[in-house]
């Protein structure tokens, strides 16, 4: 089981910019399909994002669609997440997933969080 260490977090003003990274350990890297989810105070985790072990497709949530982009390195075992003119509803602690394919992400490894905060 591979393990997830995410990190790149903080407070940024709306309109600003954030870069997440989130780093793999394990041999199986390359063969896993990646993402990152959030989780707002008072509400369920919801997908933001994923990847194919490739990098060749990518999914986006309707929320995040052209203003985040994902996007992985296997020589380096790492996934990002590039966040672009975020908003105060962007707030949240934002996990990392890893798992066989896109479909079963959730049910993959996860990794501790990492707090985003946008100010208004």
């Known amino acids: 089981q591979v393990q997830l260490v995410e990190s790149g977090g903080g407070l940024v003003q709306a309109g600003g910019s954030l870069r997440l990274s989130c780093a793999a350990s394990?041999?199986?890297?390359?063969?896993?399909?990646m993402g990152w989810f959030r989780q707002a105070p008072g509400k369920g985790r919801e997908f933001v994002a994923a990847?194919?072990?490739?990098?060749?497709?990518?999914n986006y949530a309707d929320s995040v669609e052209g203003r985040f982009t994902i996007s992985r390195d296997n020589s380096k075992n790492t996934v990002y997440l590039q966040m672009n003119s975020l908003k105060p509803e962007d707030s949240a602690v934002y996990y990392c997933?890893?798992?066989?394919?896109?479909?079963?992400?959730?049910?993959?490894?996860w990794g501790q969080g990492t707090q985003v905060t946008v100010s208004s």
């Open positions: 990847i194919t072990s490739s990098g060749g497709r990518t």
């Open positions: 997933a890893a798992g066989r394919s896109i479909p079963t992400l959730a049910r993959g490894s």
């Open positions: 394990g041999s199986t890297f390359s063969a896993q399909a």
